[in-house]
Each structure stands twice: as C-alpha cells, then as structure tokens.
C-alpha cells in the first residue's frame, strides 16, 4: 500500500490508533477497575498483616482459656495445625500473594485447613448478593418512581409527605433498622419470628430447585431485603426529587412542551431520563456503602453472608479468608462500578463522544 | 453555586449578622429545616452544656437491674443499674466531637485536594481523580475495621483521623469539578493574569465562591462520620473508655440485652438519640441545598 513507502506513517497510525482506544471510555474504566482492585489487594494485604495477633496466637489463647491446656501443648498443637509460615519476609509473601491472585488462586484458609478461600467465598458470596443486590435494585426502582411523582406534585402534600418521609428514613443508619426490627417487631410486638428466621434457610431443608427450599430461602432473605431497601431508598426519593426538578426547568423540556408532546412521553424520554442519569452512577457507590453496611445486619440477624464470614476471618485472624473477602468484594463492587458506566455511556450519548465515563 | 445574596437594607448591622438574620429568615420558610436546625442546637447543648450541670453517674446498683421506665428513673435503668437518662446526657460528647472532628478534617483533605488537582490539571490531576475513584470503590466500613483493629484508637482524636482516611473521596471529586468550572470565570482569568498566585487564585478567588457547597458537605460529613463511628464502637474496635451512645449499645449487646424484654429503654434510647440527632443533620442539610439553590428556592 501507499504507507509502505513511508516507514513511520504505519507506525504513527497504529499508535494512534492504540491512543485512540485508549482514549475509549469503556477501555480506560476497565484499566481503572483492574487498576482499583490491584490496589486494594496491596493496600489490604499489608493492613491485614499489621493487626495485633496473628492466627497462632489467637489459636493458643483458645485452646489455653478454659485451662486443659499448657501453654507449651497448645502452641505445639497450633504449630501443626497451621502448616503457615508467617516468619516468610512480608514482600516475599507478598510476591506470592500476587502471583496466585493473577492466577485467580485465593489460597487455602489458615484456620479451616485444605479449604480453598475460593470456596468459602463462594460459599456465602451468593447469600449476600442476592440480599443486597435484590434490595438496593427494589429501593431503586421504587425510589426512583416516588422520586419522580414528588417532583411532578412539588410543595402539594403528597411531596411533603414523600420527602420528609425520604429524611426521616435515610437518617437512620441500616444497621439500626435491622435492630428496630428485632427490638420492636420481633421482642415487644412479637409479630415476626425472629429466631426462627435466622441464617440463610432453615435447618433441615434439602437445597435445590424445590418451591418449599425456594420460598424458605426468601422468608429468611426476606429481613436482609427490608433493611437494604429501606435504608436506601429515602436517598434515591431525595436525590430523584432534586434532580427531576432541575430537568423540569431545562429548555428542552420547554421545547418539547411547546413541540406539543404528550405529558407522558415528555416525563419519561425528557425528564425522567436526563434526570436518572446521575442516579446510574451513584448505584455502585450505594452498592459498596451497603456491602460495607452487610457486617452488622448478618450480625444480628446471623445471616450467614459475605459480612457474617469476614467478621469471623477478621477475629480469627484467617489472613487469606479476609484477603479473598476483601478481594472479591472489590471485585463485585467494581464490576458493579463498571456496568454503572457502561450503562451511563448507553443513557447519555454525549459521553461516549466526548470521552470520560466518570459522570457528574 | 454562590452563597446567599444578602440585600443590604439594614446597614446598621456588621455583614455577618446581617447575613445571620436572612439565613434565619430563609430557614423559618422552611418548618423541615427549621426543626433541623434547632435539632441540632438541642443536641450541642446536650452533649457540650448539660454534662456540666448534671454529674456522671458512676455508682452501680444492683438493685436497680433493667428497670422499665418509672419516676425516677425516666428511661429506665441499664444492665447494672445506672440510670439511662444520665447516660444519654453524659454520652453525647464524644460522638459529636468525633463527628465534628472528622467532618472538618474530611472537608479540608477534599478542599485541598480537589482544588489543587483542579488548577494544577495534568498529571497531578489524574493519580489523585484516581485515587478518589478508587477509594470511592471501598468498601469503607470494611476497610474501616481493618484500619481500627491495629490503629486501636483510643482516644477520640485518633478515631476521627482513622475515620478521615477514607472519607474525603466524594467530595474531593464535587470540588474539583466545582472549580474546574469556576476556573474559567472571568475573574480567576484576570487573576491569573495579574500573577496573583497558586494560592491567592485558591483561596482568595475560587473558594469563598463554593462556601455554600462547602457547609453543605461538612453538615453531610458529620452524618457519615457518625454512621461510620457508631459501627465501630458497637462492634467493639474501639477501645474507648469513656462512655458514650455507641457504647451503650455496645454493652447492651455484649450483655444480650438486645433480647431481653424489660431492657427494651437501655438499647431504644441510644439508638432514638443518634437517629434524631441524624435527622435533625439530615433535615437541616436539605433545607440549606434548598436555600443554596436558587433553583430550587424561586417557588
């Protein structure tokens, strides 16, 4: 072709051509996720490790509390049970931590010996997405419609009563409502089951594809979901609100008006469009805010999720349980961070030409 | 995003006042607001000027055992027979220090940060717009425990610092893109011009323009430090002595209280005073968005 004759211009194009993906939206958010969890690993790999105690330790104290045991006995049972070596230079470790993360290997659990981390995560990952993930996709669908109707009845009543409701219920932190629920309902009303409700189904259930497992699962979801919707949809009612009245006073919305489009098509394809926008890229920082949030909620209602696990990992000190928590985690909230901008690039067109998926 | 236009009608008073009483009198249109705001003040009176009149109750009594509330005892008495109401006023100061606290050293990281890697751009601006990003990806509460569990915070200036660590991201990323479009304003531009400094452009020309914005988020602030915090304490990463909500619950948790009926008053009324005392922020933030925004305030 012409460009043979000319030895650089290849060169120069693919480069710009390589420039010009890079310049991509997708591409860089993906470059950024990879980038947020390699960070995050590093960042966790090294605060784990400075926590006070390592799981030896802990093991000893255990096995000498209730006195069976000298203190020789037990570090000698310790030492064989946990076949780690935590005398290992901390960059050597981490060397190897890094390794075995990019081969997608999360190692073996100090603690429950020859279980891979893989499994355990794997194990109570799905409890915790399906609780929140199925709570903050309700809080959002119905927060965003409330949202909407508010704004459309501004300073009528209803509005009134829909924000100071958004209020009062976004000031109460989530793990709250998970004890208002036990205090209130489950110990001084006595309308909900609380003990019979804890964990993820009831003991004696055959798992599988059965509508009794099917419906005893979600009875046992069900207070998980209340929470995680509850605690998040005052801030999409709020956040909506705001943003709808702001697009009811663009221009295009006027013209639209004056063009003499229907009220119906003007609120969905005009307002509540441009005004969801900004809402698409707060999901995952909500997503990450409630991951964070799970500790406590299967806390108290011992759901044994994502938050339940770690909590035990942390207090055990199983460095490589809470290492591939915390890696999958990320993970999760990354991807969700993702397809948050991926989808933000499909509402808003002028992204995608103008470079940079961030929003806001 | 500029603050408050003060009609200057009563020129007898100093500017401040003057504003102080329009604030007032745009607050007063809005009874949500109002009500927040005198939440507030109730609660900085409770924690910073009752515990000066009523003296801690250190004496336990154990007689007196997870008493319903009664007479003497308005809210009941906890799990060694302490009086639940002298807890509540004795217990509201470390949690609002510590709110207060963080929010401030929160807001300044964001400030600095966010307007810096605005004006300076290029490569500064992407690792820390980076950075933001991924600290906005954390999960924070998790990573929050981690950080306490060998930081041991013992004192209530070391957990707001643990507390801060984390917490300037999203605003950090609102400021930024706050002065990146005030950079361009007519009056940064003859600054620049005039040579007056990296600083001067800051801290003289581009921020008194975003003082709405900045309160807002520091009132914002304070509802995330105090979520964060109170997590914390209950679940015991906290080493505090002191007492105080948080810790309450943490008592009444570690001694099960949580199911034991007549101790229904010891775990509701921490959990009522944090609640309200978000509220009242909450409330309070919302009614300042809506005097900030012109927008929003022309009906």
Same mark, same amino acid.
């Given at each position: ?18 420039l010009g993906y890079w310049r991509h939206p997708i591409l860089q958010a993906v470059v950024k996720a ?28 255990? /096995?000498?509390?209730?006195? /069976? ?29 890094? $390794? ?26 799905? @409890? ?36 100071? #409701? ?24 006595? @309308? ?6 804890? #964990? ?7 798992? #599988? ?5 099917? #419906? ?19 801030? @999409?009612?709020?956040s909506?609100?705001?943003a709808?009245?702001n697009a009811?006073?663009e221009?295009y ?16 394809a005009y307002v509540g469009r441009n005004a969801v926008l900004p809402l698409v890229t707060q999901f995952a920082i ?18 044994? $999720? ?28 990354v991807v969700a961070n993702l397809l948050a901008d991926v989808l933000y690039t499909k509402l808003d067109p002028r992204i995608g030409r103008a470079g940079g998926a961030t929003g806001r | ?5 003060? =009609? ?47 003296? =801690? ?9 997870? %008493?319903? =509330? ?5 809210? +009941? ?6 009086? *639940? ?40 601006d992407a690792?820390?717009v980076a950075?933001a990003d991924?600290?906005l990806t ?23 610092? *643990? ?10 990323r609102q400021?930024r893109a706050q *002065?990146l479009t ?72 570690? %001694? +099960? ?9 010891? *775990? ?32």
């Amino acid at each position: 072709m012409v460009a043979q004759q000319f030895p650089t211009a290849p060169r120069a194009r693919r480069a710009r051509r390589i420039l010009g993906y890079w310049r991509h939206p997708i591409l860089q958010a993906v470059v950024k996720a990879i980038l947020t969890v390699f960070v995050t690993a590093s960042i966790t790999f090294f605060l784990i490790r400075l926590m006070p105690g390592n799981p030896i330790d802990i093991r000893i104290a255990d /096995l000498t509390k209730d006195g /069976l045991m000298t203190y020789e006995e037990a570090r000698a049972q310790a030492a064989s049970l946990f076949s780690i070596n935590l005398d290992a230079p901390l960059p050597e470790q981490y060397a190897e931590f890094l $390794g075995n993360l990019a081969r997608g290997d999360l190692g073996y659990s100090f603690v429950s010996q020859g279980t891979p981390v893989t499994a355990i995560v794997l194990a109570v990952l799905p @409890w915790t997405l399906l609780t929140v993930g199925t709570g903050l996709l309700l809080s959002f669908a119905a927060g965003v419609f409330l949202g909407l109707f508010a704004a459309y009845n501004r300073n009528k009543p209803i509005d009134h009563i829909l924000s100071l #409701g958004g209020s009062l219920i976004s000031s109460v932190p989530n793990y709250f409502i998970a004890l208002l629920i036990i205090l209130v309902l489950g110990l001084q009303l006595r @309308w909900i089951p609380i003990t019979q409700m804890r #964990g993820t189904y009831s003991s004696g259930m055959q798992p #599988g594809f059965s509508l009794d497992f099917i #419906g005893d699962v979600l009875i046992h979801a069900s207070l998980p979901i209340t929470v995680f919707f509850l605690a998040s949809i005052g801030h @999409w009612i709020l956040s909506m609100k705001s943003a709808t009245v702001n697009a009811l006073e663009e221009d295009y919305v006027n013209a639209a008006r004056a063009r003499g489009l229907s009220d119906g098509r003007i609120m969905t394809a005009y307002v509540g469009r441009n005004a969801v926008l900004p809402l698409v890229t707060q999901f995952a920082i909500t997503a990450a805010y409630a991951i964070g949030g799970s500790i406590l909620i299967e806390q108290y209602f011992t759901y044994q $999720g994502v938050g339940l696990r770690l909590n035990a990992a942390i207090l055990q000190r199983d460095y490589p349980v809470m290492e591939g928590i915390f890696v999958i985690v990320t993970i999760a909230v990354v991807v969700a961070n993702l397809l948050a901008d991926v989808l933000y690039t499909k509402l808003d067109p002028r992204i995608g030409r103008a470079g940079g998926a961030t929003g806001r | 995003m500029t603050a408050i236009a003060v =009609p200057r009608t009563r020129d007898t008073l100093p500017r401040p006042v003057e504003a102080a009483f329009e604030f007032l009198r745009l607050l007063s249109r809005r009874p949500s607001g109002l009500i927040g705001f005198i939440g507030i003040v109730f609660f900085l009176l409770l924690a910073f000027v009752a515990p000066v009149f009523v003296p =801690p109750q250190e004496q336990s009594n154990v007689n007196e055992i997870y %008493q319903t =509330p009664s007479l003497q005892h308005f809210l +009941g008495t906890d799990n060694s027979g302490r009086d *639940v109401l002298n807890l509540i006023v004795q217990g509201g100061k470390e949690i609002l220090s510590v709110a207060i606290l963080t929010s401030g050293i929160t807001t300044l990281i964001a400030i600095t940060l966010g307007s810096f890697s605005a004006t300076l751009g290029g490569r500064v601006d992407a690792v820390l717009v980076a950075l933001a990003d991924i600290v906005l990806t954390l999960p924070t509460l998790i990573v929050l425990i981690v950080i306490s569990a060998f930081a041991r915070p013992t004192n209530f200036v070391s957990l707001a610092i *643990v507390l801060s660590v984390l917490g300037w991201a999203g605003l950090m990323r609102q400021v930024r893109a706050q *002065v990146l479009t005030l950079k361009e304003r007519d009056y940064v531009e003859a600054a620049r011009s005039l040579d007056l400094g990296l600083f001067h452009i800051i801290f003289r020309e581009i921020l008194p323009n975003m003082r709405s914005y900045i309160v807002i988020h520091f009132v914002q602030g304070m509802t995330g430090a105090i979520y964060a915090q109170v997590a914390l304490i209950v679940l015991g990463l906290v080493p505090f002595t002191g007492n105080n909500w948080a810790k309450m619950l943490y008592f009444a948790n570690s %001694q +099960g209280a949580f199911y034991f009926r007549d101790a229904f008053w010891f *775990v509701f009324s921490p959990i009522l005073a944090i609640v309200l005392l978000q509220l009242s922020l909450v409330l309070f933030v919302n009614a300042l968005e809506d005097i900030f925004n012109p927008r929003l305030r022309s009906s």
